[in-house]
């Protein structure tokens, strides 16, 4: 028998016109540069992306012509989300942490024809295209300085579309997005969303069990829009008519706490650099903020480290671990706890919440290793391989790595080292690069930075592999103070060795003011493991 069910194509275009019908009074508010506020509406909103729509294709965008954005999180960066892709263009969000000479290779590999840039990122553009070619570029004015030469103003841009465009008919396989790795682990990448893969991805971020979002939320995305969609939660956020609050260039912990305040922020999703940032202005001053009662903030990008978990429930804030990758849209797997653990210690329930978490829908996870299919035991380690309704079936031709990211059967190499228990709970041990062979045995970097990072003195701690003459390698953990906090090596060797086997504890810790990130706030180890490449290990 066949199915007898309509056809109907899961794009943007019909989540951005419900969102007009249903929610056009629901707020988006954007801080800018000078921490002023800009409040529109959902309504505000659908006609400007409309606009932009229209000016794109009067413009001469074609279907699947990309179209760059080079932006800090504001209103205009979601009229882009939405705007470049119901155009039937391919909305390609340029990161602008990354060195202008990368930014270039990124918007030359993909073919970048236009780019909208915030003026306040013009210095930096500036040197990107000096060595990448646009044909248009479209500059938004935040501030009062005079509009570049050569460049067209956004609002001028707008005025030259039409709001009443029809908008082009779509299909659920059209391309909409484009995002590059941020090469936390070699070369970028470019993973090209379809408008399907992204419709799926909001439905599934959104569900009780996975983010929980709901109209009744108002969300904060500290994520950059440059980074995995800012995982997916604009899309979302219009789908079901959030409120949105939209930081701007401004994250530290202060900043985005008094947002929080301000706003009344139910949600808000980022890195744990940001969080540990909140954590410690939290503990300095528990009574100068007044937040929302169990307002949850989303971490992924890293491992959520247990201390942090703690640290902001004693605050009445509720993490949501979630696990994911720029090439799986990016939500691949959330921690909840499951009814069963209801009655479990605290102790317990607190370290898995600790772990990644379960894969959401229509998304499946595995570990292999040399022999197979890994067993799901909790303890036997293996490479986490990935597919599903929103997971990259290759990167953006021409990419040495097409040929050996996914396997014969297809499944995604996420190069992540993972074990998994019997509910399919994975946990993230190490990416493959950054894991310490000791002697035969492997030591996971992450375990033993969240342990560390649970030592009351200690603010960050990146743990990397030194070579050893006898053992391989070591680790070595690199240490940074809470202000004003004093620890010593000892103490720190005392509290570790407390805790793991002997030959897990680190051989040295050395202490620094910061530790280098990558542009996505994650440890840059492997600038870490050249420069400790040759200490002299106790
Ligand atoms: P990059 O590869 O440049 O870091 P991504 O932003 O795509 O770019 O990062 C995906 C990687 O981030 C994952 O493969 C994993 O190593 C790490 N990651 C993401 N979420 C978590 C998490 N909750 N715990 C541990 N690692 C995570």
């Known amino acids: 028998m066949r199915h007898t069910m309509m056809r109907y194509e899961l794009t943007l275009t019909s989540m951005f ?116 070619k646009f044909d248009k ?37 059209d391309p909409m997005g484009l995002c590059y790795t941020s090469g936390t682990t070699g070369k970028p990448k470019g993973v090209c969303y379809s408008h399907r893969s992204i419709a799926l991805h909001s439905l599934g971020a959104s569900l009780s069990d996975t983010l929980g979002l709901s109209r009744r939320d108002t969300i904060l995305p500290v994520v950059p829009m440059f980074h995995a969609n800012a995982w997916g939660i604009p899309f979302a956020a219009i789908m079901i008519g959030a409120k949105m609050v939209m930081p701007g260039p401004h994250l530290d912990g202060e900043s985005l706490l008094e947002l929080f305040e301000k706003e009344k922020v139910t949600l808000a999703a980022g890195v744990p650099t940001i969080w540990l940032g909140i954590l ?32 902001l429930d004693k605050h009445g804030l509720r993490v949501i671990h979630a696990w994911g990758m720029t090439e799986t849209a990016p939500l691949g797997s959330v921690s909840h706890l499951a009814p069963h653990m209801d009655d ?56 040495d790595e097409n040929a050996t990211k996914w396997t014969q059967d297809g499944w995604f190499k996420t190069g992540d080292v993972v074990t998994i228990d019997g509910g399919g709970c994975i946990k993230i041990t190490d990416r493959t690069k950054d894991l310490i062979k000791s002697g035969g045995e492997w030591i996971s970097s992450i375990d033993l930075e969240n342990l560390i990072m649970g030592h009351p003195a200690v603010k960050e701690a990146a743990v990397v592999a030194v070579p050893h003459p006898k053992w391989d390698e070591r680790p070595l953990a690199v240490v940074v103070l809470k202000d004003g906090a004093i620890a010593s090596e000892a103490d720190l060797r005392a509290f570790v060795a407390a805790k793991v086997a002997k030959f897990q504890v680190p051989d040295a810790f050395v202490f620094e003011a910061t530790i280098p990130k990558t542009s996505a706030g994650k440890f840059l180890k492997s600038e870490l493991r050249e420069k400790y490449k040759a200490h002299k290990l106790g």
């Not at 022999?371 to 929103?390: F, H, M, T, Y």
Request: proline share 6%; glycine share 6%.
């Open 344 to 399: 479990w210690a605290e102790d317990d329930k607190y370290a898995h919440r600790a772990k990644q978490g379960i894969a959401s829908p229509f998304v499946e996870l595995r570990a292999v290793s040399d022999a197979g299919v890994v067993p799901r035991d909790g303890k036997s380690p293996g490479e986490l391989e990935v597919r599903g309704a929103w997971v990259a079936g290759s990167y953006v031709p021409p990419s």
């Open 17 to 132: 016109r419900r969102a007009a019908e249903h929610y056009s009074n629901t707020e988006i508010v954007s801080r800018k540069p000078d921490k002023s506020l800009d409040r529109r509406t959902f309504g505000d909103f659908d006609r400007r992306a409309r606009q932009l729509a229209s000016a794109l294709r009067k413009a001469g965008c074609k279907k699947g012509d990309r179209v760059a954005t080079l932006m800090w999180n504001h209103y205009a960066h979601l009229e882009a989300y939405f705007g470049i892709p119901i155009a039937g263009c391919v909305l390609h969000t340029l990161n602008l942490r990354l060195h202008p000479d990368e930014i270039a290779f990124i918007a030359t590999h993909a073919e970048d024809r236009f780019v909208i840039v915030d003026d306040v990122l013009w210095p930096l553009f500036d040197k990107v295209r000096a060595k990448a």
């Open 280 to 311: 410690q202005a939290l503990d300095k001053e528990p009574k100068r903020w007044s937040l929302t009662r169990d307002m949850r903030m989303v971490v992924g990008g890293s491992a959520a480290p247990e201390s942090v978990i703690r640290g």
């Open 137 to 173: 570029v479209i500059v938004l004015r935040l501030t009062s300085a005079p509009l570049p030469a050569g460049t067209i103003d956004y609002e001028d841009f707008l005025n030259s579309g039409d709001a009443s465009d029809p908008l082009p008919d779509l299909v659920e396989d």
